[in-house]
């Protein structure tokens, strides 16, 4: 696990694009994309740019349940706004939060997982540790499945919502095996309200109780975080 410390967000923003448009020239086509305010600025460097995304194929992490794409909370609609509308891409893969059988929709997206192997998978990281939506207590070899949100997730959330009743309470999100199924991975981090996490993911021990610490089993993984984010770091 390789971590990069950066002075904000724009810089880290700024070292993934890199990274990404050196993965594409080394044949990357298919791209683990993660929504929130993590990699806004990220999806910017690629809107900004002249790199074609028209052979690419894109597979997102998660979806909130009862939500669909026209729904400006929905995390399709994230990912239209910004990226997708501006950067077409060959396919894209959301689960569907509105799916009648949302068990079958988890069977269909590892199936989707299967058929377009991620070459380069992007992560945020919750202050609980979880990658996705894969909350403390995830077992290590669960693939997609149907979540029920912590509470500290939805109050994270409830920033982008009217109210926090208006927080979705149930999530399909790709698992923790099926994260680590990605060839490549970089994690992003801003602030300091993300150090516990980033400090239990980098030095602790491997535990179900923070989700991301799974990460150090993954042989290919880079790790950009802000001064902040990476205070308690001690290596």
């Known amino acids: 696990m ?11 923003a700024k070292i993934g694009f890199d990274l990404l448009k050196e993965a594409m020239e080394n044949g990357t086509k298919t791209l683990g994309l ?3 305010s993590t990699p806004v ?6 809107v900004n740019s002249d790199l074609d995304f028209t052979d690419m194929t894109s597979v997102n992490l998660d979806e909130y349940v009862g939500l669909d794409g026209s729904n400006d909370q929905s ?12 950067k077409p891409f060959k396919e894209n893969f959301l689960p569907n939060g509105k799916a009648a059988d949302l ?3 988890a069977k269909h997206y590892d199936q989707i997982i299967a058929e377009n192997p991620i070459d380069w998978q992007i992560l945020g990281i919750g202050q609980n540790g979880h990658i996705g939506f894969n909350e403390p207590g995830t077992p290590a070899e669960i693939t997609t499945h149907v979540v029920d949100l912590q509470e500290s997730t939805i109050k994270a959330n409830a920033r982008f919502f009217e109210t926090e009743a208006d ?3 149930k999530a399909i999100s790709m698992g923790l095996a099926s994260i680590m199924q990605s060839k490549n991975i970089v994690l992003m ?3 300091k309200e993300k150090a516990d996490a980033i400090k239990g993911m ?3 021990e491997v535990t179900v109780d923070l989700p991301a610490s799974i990460l150090q089993k993954h042989d290919n993984v880079i790790v950009i975080a802000d001064e902040a984010a990476a205070s308690l770091l001690t290596k």
């Open 202 to 204: 980098v030095e602790g």
């Open 189 to 191: 981090a801003y602030g």
């Open 2 to 12: 390789k971590v990069i410390v950066v002075k904000n967000q724009l810089e880290g």
């Open 41 to 46: 600025e990220f999806y910017n460097q690629i």
């Open 75 to 86: 995390y399709r609609y994230f990912m239209n706004k910004h990226l997708f509308e501006e």
């Open 103 to 105: 068990e079958a929709e």
């Open 167 to 169: 927080v979705p309470r």
């Open 34 to 36: 993660a929504t929130g």
